[in-house]
């Protein structure tokens, strides 16, 4: 799922992307107004978790960890912005999926990304160009594979040296 915001002059901010397990529409929580829109980049299922009904099943923590989560993310994509040349941004993002990718028992080191390079450029703050560029660079020095939408990183170790901070649990 993409989560975005239409800017004033009718272009589109991607504010994230979610995966399988992430809690979407906290900025709305308490207020029920949201900030931002939504939008499957594929076949998806929703559940609607009630506020009210959270302490009846045991589930505060649960929300609670699912929230820090989100903050973390948050926290990494400001830092990501504003210190991270386009070599650390992309690389950011990738380790970013790749972890995310790994929490769901997927592969860390192979998976497919559902959403387009406009997207990525888009949320990263980066041209279309530059982030076509930057892969292709990142898959020539041998640090992954990319065919159409799917990753295969090589070097991950590489990566994390390129991305710099990142802000962990």
């Known amino acids: 799922v993409k989560s ?6 009718g272009e589109e901010q991607v504010l994230n992307f979610f995966l399988t397990c992430d809690v979407l529409g906290l900025d709305g929580m308490g207020m029920k107004q949201y900030i931002s829109s939504t939008v499957a980049l594929e076949t998806t299922t929703v ?3 009630p506020l009210s009904e959270l302490s009846e099943h ?19 994509l400001v830092l990501l912005l504003a210190r991270k040349d386009a070599d650390g941004r992309m690389a950011s993002f990738l380790i970013n999926m790749s972890q995310q990718f790994c929490k769901l028992g997927n592969s860390a080191n192979e998976f497919s990304l559902t959403m ?8 990263l703050g980066l041209a279309i160009e530059t982030v076509s560029r930057t892969l292709r660079r990142f ?3 041998g640090l992954l594979e990319v065919s159409r939408r799917k990753i295969k990183i090589f070097d991950y170790n590489c990566l994390l040296l390129i991305a710099g901070t990142q802000i962990t649990r």
Do not use: G, P, W
Request: proline residues 0%; negative net charge.
């Open 4 to 9: 975005y915001m239409i800017m004033e002059d």
């Open 47 to 49: 559940c609607r978790l």
């Open 58 to 76: 045991k589930l505060e923590q649960v929300f609670m960890n699912m929230i820090s989560d989100n903050l973390i993310r948050d926290h990494n």
């Open 116 to 123: 387009t390079r406009q997207d990525i450029a888009n949320y």
């Open 139 to 141: 898959q020539d020095s």
